[in-house]
């Protein structure tokens, strides 16, 4: 059983391989690209006015204080991008995770996923009411959850418990991309995935380590869609619907992975 926990372990280290294959990884680097110039200019902004305020404010006889304060600002940037860095990649990045789940998929088995004939208010519609459902189910298991720490003998294994749920919450996050293109409900998806349950604390968990390395946690998001993508493809996908030719550029070790997945 402890297997599965390092396949899904594993699946995030193939979703890092895939986000840099020809067709793949423009869905990666475009977001990043976008993420690192905005904090380029946001930092380039901050350091000129700060410059320009601590000209203003430093009398002459304090200028030795420059050496102290331009370290001090820079350790405060780095901080603020080690922690907003990722929610900011999130958001812009967002746009660009359905799509890629879908690329990754026709990546691994050749087979296009049909587009929806709704129209695109109901897809929104059912967007929102998906989401109002994960904050709902997160609210409801993170309140005890949080309450245990609070509470004397029980609070020494609240870490732990809350560590499996944030795994559970990460593996159910992303595994919504791949599921979701194919419109299985936030209900079926934990249901599925419930079948499943460690592999996707393996994959929840290895996401949640990671996220938290800097550098690392910049390629965080789309290597997770892809992994997601790679775990629905090859154990969570209905069989029947995962046979099909290799896709013109799947490379011949991924076929061969796919084969034997």
Known sequence: ????????????????????RPGLRAYAYIPL??????FSILIWLGAAQFGALIDALLPPWLEWLHWLLWPLFAVTMAVIVFFIFSLIANLIGAPFNGPLAKAVEYHLTGQEIQESSTTLLREAFSAIWMELNKI?????????????FLIPGLNFIAPFLWFAFSAWMFAL???DYPMG???????????QLQQHRLLGL???????????IPFVNFFVMPSAVAGATALWVTHLK??????????????????????IN
């Open 173 to 175: 996050e992303y595994m």
């Open 181 to 191: 293109n194919h419109k299985i409900s936030f209900p079926q998806q934990r249901q």
């Open 238 to 259: 209905p069989r029947h619907e995962t046979q099909a030719q290799p896709s013109a550029f799947q490379s011949p070790s991924d076929q061969q992975e796919s084969s």
């Open 1 to 20: 059983m402890i297997t599965q926990v390092f396949v899904g372990v594993n699946h995030l280290l193939r979703g890092f391989k895939l986000i840099h």
């Open 33 to 38: 690209a976008i993420n690192t110039l905005l």
């Open 202 to 212: 393996g994959f929840g968990g290895a996401t949640l380590f990671a996220t938290s």
């Open 136 to 148: 709902s189910y997160f609210a409801l298991r993170a309140i005890p959850l949080l309450l245990l």
